[in-house]
């Protein structure tokens, strides 16, 4: 069975850090590149940042873009982004996303992240 696990997220004040892991399971995880998307309510989903399966390549998003630290291990079959200088426009529900080259798509369960002014 294939699984997506986010967890990590919690309430913070401005300026905290939180640290989101996304543990999968069920597939060859190294062939996936893994992103996090976050969504706000009443907002779009909207890209945060990925990793490409060998941990080669990163992209981050330009709203987050210096704040955030995105990392695999691929031994735990475990992505991590770690956020600093949160801001509450960082509020949001965040997804892990593992994508293969075939276009093969999985999602996991989502994950509240609350920053408080």
């Known amino acids: 069975e294939v699984q997506l696990q986010a967890s990590g997220g919690g309430l913070v004040q401005a300026g905290g850090s939180l640290r989101l892991s996304c543990a999968a399971s069920g597939f060859t995880f190294e062939d996936y590149t893994v992103g996090w998307f976050r969504q706000a309510p009443g907002k779009e989903r909207e890209g945060v940042s990925c990793?490409?399966?060998?941990?080669?390549?990163?992209y981050y998003g330009d709203s987050v873009k210096g704040r955030v630290t995105i990392s695999r291990n691929n031994a735990d079959n475990t992505v991590y982004l770690q956020m600093n200088s949160l801001k509450p426009e960082d509020t949001a529900v965040y997804y892990c996303?593992?994508?293969?080259?075939?276009?093969?798509?999985?999602w996991g369960q989502g994950t509240q992240v609350t920053v408080s002014s």
């Open positions: 990793i490409s399966g060998s941990a080669g390549s990163t």
């Open positions: 996303n593992a994508v293969s080259t075939m276009k093969v798509n999985y």
